[in-house]
C-alpha cells in the first residue's frame, strides 16, 4: 500500500491527488489521507511550521499500518526530512519526484508555481537536492492555491501562460508544475506548448510503485 498524505486539511486536494495517483498507477494500491489539523493550503514559510507536526503523526501511522511508501502531497516536500527520520519506509515529496523525472527528460527545467512566496522555497529545495544545475527558473504565476479549485479555469490560463513564457524565454526541455492542486493543468495546455509538463503526483506515483 501506497499512502499519500496531504499536508494541508483541504479535502478536494487530497480527492484529486487520489484520483491523478490511481489513474497513474492502477494496478497499485494507494490511498490518501488528510491532514485535518494543518493549514487550508501551505504558502509560504508560516503555513510550513504549522502543518509539520499533525503530518508527522499521519506519517507515523502510515509507517505503522507497514505502508510500503509513503507520498508527501505539497510540492514544497513539507516535513520531508523529519518523516524520512520517523518512517520505517521510503518516503517520496512530489517536489523531488518532479526533478528527478525532470532531469531524466532534458539539462534544463524551470518550476511554475502559484504565489511569489513559494519561489525561494523550491529554489532552495531544488538546490538541496543536487539539481540546482539542471534549474532554469522557479516563477510564479500568481494563483493561490484554493483558487486552482474554486477558479479552475481562470487559475489554469494563468499557469498556462506563466509555462508559456518560460517555454519562450527559459530554454528549457521541461517545466515542473510546483503544486499538487496543478494535476488538471496538462490536460488543458493545448499544442503550442511543446515542453513537457511535469506533475509531482504523477512522478511520486511512479516511484512509489516500484519501490
Same mark, same amino acid.
Given at each position: 500500500?501506497?499512502?499519500?498524505?496531504?499536508?494541508?486539511?483541504?479535502?478536494?486536494?487530497?480527492?484529486?491527488?487520489?484520483?491523478?495517483?490511481?489513474?497513474?498507477?492502477?494496478?497499485?494500491?494507494?490511498?490518501?489521507?488528510?491532514?485535518? #489539523?494543518?493549514?487550508?493550503?501551505?504558502?509560504?514559510?508560516?503555513?510550513?511550521?504549522?502543518?509539520?507536526?499533525?503530518?508527522?503523526?499521519?506519517?507515523?501511522?502510515?509507517?505503522?499500518?507497514?505502508?510500503?511508501?509513503?507520498?508527501?502531497?505539497?510540492?514544497?516536500?513539507?516535513?520531508?526530512?523529519?518523516?524520512?527520520?520517523?518512517?520505517?519506509?521510503?518516503?517520496?515529496?512530489?517536489?523531488?519526484?518532479?526533478?528527478?523525472?525532470?532531469?531524466?527528460?532534458?539539462?534544463?527545467?524551470?518550476?511554475?508555481?502559484?504565489?511569489?512566496?513559494?519561489?525561494?522555497?523550491?529554489?532552495?529545495?531544488?538546490? #538541496?537536492?543536487?539539481?540546482?544545475?539542471?534549474?532554469?527558473?522557479?516563477?510564479?504565476?500568481?494563483?493561490?492555491?484554493?483558487?486552482?479549485?474554486?477558479?479552475?479555469?481562470?487559475?489554469?490560463?494563468?499557469?498556462?501562460?506563466?509555462?508559456?513564457?518560460?517555454?519562450?524565454?527559459?530554454?528549457?526541455?521541461?517545466?515542473?508544475?510546483?503544486?499538487?492542486?496543478?494535476?488538471?493543468?496538462?490536460?488543458?495546455?493545448?499544442? #503550442?506548448?511543446?515542453?513537457?509538463?511535469? #506533475?509531482?503526483?504523477?512522478?511520486?506515483?511512479?516511484?512509489?510503485?516500484?519501490?
Amino acid at each position: 500500500m501506497i499512502v499519500i498524505i496531504n499536508p494541508n486539511s483541504t479535502v478536494s486536494m487530497t480527492e484529486a491527488m487520489l484520483a491523478t495517483a490511481q489513474k497513474t498507477c492502477p494496478q497499485t494500491q494507494i490511498e490518501a489521507w488528510t491532514s485535518h #489539523d494543518g493549514p487550508p493550503a501551505i504558502q509560504g514559510p508560516a503555513d510550513h511550521t504549522l502543518c509539520i507536526p499533525p503530518l508527522l503523526k499521519l506519517v507515523a501511522k502510515a509507517s505503522e499500518q507497514e505502508a510500503r511508501a509513503i507520498i508527501i502531497g505539497c510540492s514544497d516536500d513539507t516535513g520531508l526530512v523529519e518523516a524520512r527520520a520517523i518512517a520505517d519506509c521510503p518516503v517520496i515529496g512530489i517536489g523531488q519526484a518532479a526533478y528527478h523525472m525532470a532531469a531524466l527528460t532534458g539539462p534544463r527545467f524551470s518550476v511554475v508555481t502559484t504565489l511569489e512566496v513559494s519561489v525561494p522555497i523550491l529554489f532552495q529545495n531544488v538546490h #538541496d537536492l543536487g539539481f540546482g544545475g539542471y534549474l532554469a527558473k522557479v516563477r510564479a504565476s500568481g494563483v493561490p492555491v484554493l483558487a486552482l479549485e474554486e477558479d479552475a479555469d481562470r487559475a489554469a490560463e494563468r499557469v498556462l501562460a506563466e509555462i508559456a513564457h518560460a517555454q519562450a524565454e527559459d530554454d528549457i526541455q521541461s517545466v515542473v508544475l510546483g503544486c499538487a492542486g496543478m494535476s488538471h493543468i496538462p490536460a488543458r495546455a493545448s499544442s #503550442d506548448i511543446r515542453v513537457r509538463l511535469i #506533475d509531482g503526483v504523477v512522478a511520486a506515483a511512479r516511484f512509489g510503485a516500484f519501490l
